[in-house]
């Protein structure tokens, strides 16, 4: 079992930068692939980025390549994700998952993902 918490939303202006971070609790955190997704209002939730159990592989969704950066720390328990370049489209209650999968693949899907956190909004005025 995996448990999650994400801080580090908040309101930001357009162009900003923002930190999130996930901490996980339990010993096997890192046989865990990584997984930050967004759900803005009357949308899907969305995957966002990705990162493998080791950290050696990550994917980012179209949208946020070359903004977003994710990390993670398995010593630490913790997966980050870097946002710069902030716009309005980027608002999103931000969630992090987990996804016991094998090897060092990054789904992109949250029917994988088996543990998520409560979520941190973000929300990036024009």
């Known amino acids: 079992q995996v448990q999650l918490v994400e801080s580090g939303g908040g309101l930001v202006q357009a162009g900003a930068s923002l930190r999130l971070s996930c901490a996980g609790s339990?010993?096997?955190?890192?046989?865990?692939?990584m997984g930050w997704f967004r759900q803005a209002p009357g949308k899907e939730r969305e995957f966002v980025a990705g990162i493998s159990r080791s950290g050696g592989s990550t994917y980012y969704a179209d949208s946020v390549k070359g903004r977003f950066t994710i990390s993670r720390d398995n010593a630490k328990n913790t997966v980050d994700l870097q946002m710069n370049s902030l716009n309005p489209e980027d608002t999103a209650v931000y969630y992090c998952?987990?996804?016991?999968?094998?090897?060092?693949?990054?789904?992109?899907?949250?029917?994988?993902?088996?543990?998520w956190g409560k979520g941190t909004q973000v929300t990036v005025s024009s």
């Open positions: 998952a987990a996804d016991r999968a094998l090897s060092e693949v990054v789904r992109r899907t949250t029917a994988t993902y088996e543990y």
């Open positions: 339990g010993r096997t955190f890192s046989g865990y692939a």
